[in-house]
C-alpha cells in the first residue's frame, strides 16, 4: 500500500493550499480517507476525514470553516483545500486510511509519509 501526499510549501498566514494523497495497492472504496498533522514537539493529530462514499466528513475543531476533504474515488485520490491559513498550522501533513471513518489516530491501517506544510506569519 502507497499513500503518496503532495502539495505542501511554504506560504503566508491567509494564505491557501491544497494538498493530494494518491492511493495504491488498496481496495481505496473500501477506506474511509484522512489527513493528520505533527507540529514539531507535538503528538500527530487528527485534521478531517471522510467516509468512502465522501457522504460524511469529519473535522477538528481548529481547521472547521477553514479546510475542505474531499476525495475522487475514480483516481484513487484524496484532497485537503487548506484556505486561511494561519502560522499554527505549520506542521508535517500525512494521508491516512482506516476502516473508521470518524477516525483517530490509533484506528488508521496506513499511514502515508507526509508533506511539509509551512506558514510564515
Known amino acids: 500500500v502507497q499513500l503518496q501526499a503532495s502539495g505542501g510549501g511554504l506560504v503566508q498566514a491567509g494564505g491557501s493550499l491544497r494538498l493530494s494523497c494518491a492511493a495504491s495497492?488498496?481496495?481505496?472504496?473500501?477506506?474511509?480517507m484522512g489527513w493528520f498533522r505533527q507540529a514539531p514537539g507535538k503528538e500527530r493529530e487528527f485534521v478531517a476525514a471522510i467516509s468512502w462514499s465522501g457522504g460524511s466528513t469529519y473535522y477538528a475543531d481548529s481547521v472547521k470553516g477553514r479546510f475542505t476533504i474531499s476525495r475522487d474515488n475514480a483516481n484513487n485520490t484524496v484532497y485537503l483545500q487548506m484556505n486561511s491559513l494561519k502560522p499554527e498550522d505549520t506542521a508535517v501533513y500525512y494521508c491516512?486510511?482506516?476502516?473508521?471513518?470518524?477516525?483517530?489516530?490509533?484506528?488508521?491501517?496506513?499511514w502515508g509519509k507526509g508533506t511539509l506544510v509551512t506558514v510564515s506569519s
Open positions: 491516512a486510511a482506516s476502516l473508521v471513518a470518524d477516525m483517530n489516530v490509533r484506528q488508521v491501517n496506513y
Open positions: 495497492g488498496l481496495t481505496f472504496i473500501s477506506y474511509a
